[in-house]
C-alpha cells in the first residue's frame, strides 16, 4: 500500500537526476560545438590553450562516464520495477477470476481494484523507463561526441608542438646563417682565394724571372772574363804586353 508514495518520491529522484543530466549535456554541447581551429588561431599560446581546453573536456569525460553508469542502473532498475509492476497486475487479474469464480463478487472486485493500482503503477514505471532510455541515449551519444573531440584536440596539439619545433629549428638555422653572413660570405671567400691564388702565381713568375736574369748575368760575367783571358794571351804572344 505504500507503492504509489515509493513512486512519487521515485520520480522526484529521477526529475533530480534529469535536471543534473540535461546541465551535463548542455556543458558538453557548449564545448563540443565550439570552433577548434577558429580557438586556437586566435589565442597568443595555442599550445597552452589546447592544454586548457582539454583540461575541461577531460573532467565532463569523467562526469559523463559517471552520469551514463548511473543512468543505465536506474533503468535497469526501472525496468525491474515495471516488470515486477506487470506482474502484479496479472497476479490481481487472476486473484479477481478466481474470487468471481468462487461468486465472490465483492473479493473480485476488490482485486480487480488492486489490479487497476498495479497497473497504473506499472505503466508510470514504463513511461519513467522509455524517459530514462532516452537520457541513456542521450548521454551515450554525447560520451562519443566528447571522445571524439578529445582525440581531435589531442592530435591538433601534438600538430602544434611539431610546428614550434619546426619554427624553432628553422629560426637556428636562419640564426646560424646569419651569423656567417650567408652565401655571400662564401662567394667572398672563393674570390679572396682566387685573389691570393693569382698573387702567389705572380710572385712566382717574377722569382723565375729575376733568377733567370741573375743566372745570364753571371754566364755573361763568365763569358767576358774568358774573352779577356784570351785577349791578355794574344797580347804576350804578339809581344804587346
Not at 529522484?13 to 549535456?25: R, V
Not at 557548449?30 to 560545438?33: G, N, P, R, Y
Not at 497504473?120 to 514505471?125: N, R
Given at each position: 500500500?505504500?507503492?504509489?508514495l515509493?513512486?512519487?518520491?521515485?520520480?522526484d529522484?529521477?526529475?533530480?537526476?534529469?535536471?543534473?543530466?540535461?546541465?551535463?549535456?548542455g556543458r558538453?554541447k557548449?564545448?563540443?560545438?565550439a570552433?577548434?581551429n577558429?580557438?586556437?588561431?586566435?589565442?597568443e599560446?595555442?599550445e597552452?590553450?589546447?592544454?586548457?581546453?582539454l583540461r575541461?573536456?577531460?573532467?565532463?569525460?569523467?562526469?559523463?562516464r559517471?552520469s551514463?553508469?548511473?543512468?543505465?542502473a536506474?533503468?535497469t532498475?526501472?525496468?525491474?520495477?515495471?516488470?515486477?509492476g506487470?506482474?502484479?497486475?496479472?497476479?490481481?487479474?487472476?486473484?479477481?477470476?478466481?474470487?468471481?469464480?468462487?461468486?465472490?463478487?465483492?473479493?473480485?472486485?476488490?482485486?480487480?481494484s488492486?489490479k487497476v493500482?498495479?497497473?497504473?503503477?506499472?505503466?508510470?514505471?514504463?513511461q519513467?523507463e522509455?524517459?530514462?532510455?532516452?537520457q541513456?541515449?542521450?548521454?551515450?551519444?554525447a560520451?562519443?561526441?566528447?571522445?571524439t573531440?578529445?582525440?581531435e584536440?589531442?592530435?591538433?596539439?601534438?600538430?602544434i608542438?611539431?610546428?614550434k619545433?619546426?619554427?624553432?629549428?628553422?629560426?637556428?638555422?636562419?640564426?646560424?646563417?646569419a651569423s656567417m653572413?650567408g652565401?655571400?660570405?662564401?662567394?667572398?671567400?672563393?674570390a679572396l682565394?682566387?685573389?691570393?691564388d693569382?698573387r702567389l702565381?705572380?710572385?712566382?713568375?717574377m722569382?723565375k724571372?729575376?733568377?733567370?736574369s741573375?743566372e745570364?748575368?753571371?754566364?755573361?760575367?763568365?763569358?767576358?772574363?774568358?774573352?779577356?783571358?784570351?785577349l791578355?794571351?794574344l797580347?804576350r804572344?804578339?809581344?804587346?804586353?
Open positions: 500500500m505504500f507503492q504509489p515509493y513512486s512519487a518520491v521515485r520520480s529522484k529521477l526529475a533530480l537526476k534529469e535536471e543534473s543530466t540535461m546541465s551535463i549535456l558538453i557548449d564545448l563540443v560545438s570552433n577548434v577558429a580557438m586556437l588561431d586566435k589565442a599560446d595555442p597552452k590553450m589546447a592544454n586548457e581546453y575541461q573536456l577531460t573532467n565532463e569525460l569523467y562526469e559523463a559517471t551514463v553508469a548511473a543512468a543505465m536506474d533503468e532498475k526501472l525496468e525491474q520495477h515495471r516488470i515486477a506487470q506482474r502484479e497486475t496479472d497476479q490481481w487479474q487472476s486473484k479477481a477470476e478466481a474470487a468471481l469464480r468462487a461468486g465472490d463478487e465483492t473479493l473480485a472486485k476488490a482485486a480487480l488492486r493500482q498495479s497497473q497504473k503503477l506499472a505503466e508510470q514505471y514504463q519513467q522509455t524517459a530514462q532510455e532516452q541513456v541515449t542521450a548521454l551515450q551519444d560520451l562519443v561526441n566528447l571522445e573531440r578529445i582525440a584536440v589531442k592530435a591538433k596539439k601534438e600538430l608542438i611539431a610546428k619545433n619546426r619554427a624553432a629549428t628553422q629560426e637556428a638555422i636562419q640564426r646560424a646563417t653572413g652565401a655571400s660570405t662564401l662567394d667572398k671567400l672563393d682565394e682566387e685573389k691570393v693569382d702565381a705572380k710572385a712566382d713568375a722569382a724571372l729575376e733568377q733567370g741573375l745570364n748575368k753571371f754566364r755573361n760575367l763568365e763569358k767576358d772574363q774568358e774573352v779577356d783571358s784570351e791578355a794571351e797580347k804572344k804578339m809581344g804587346m804586353s
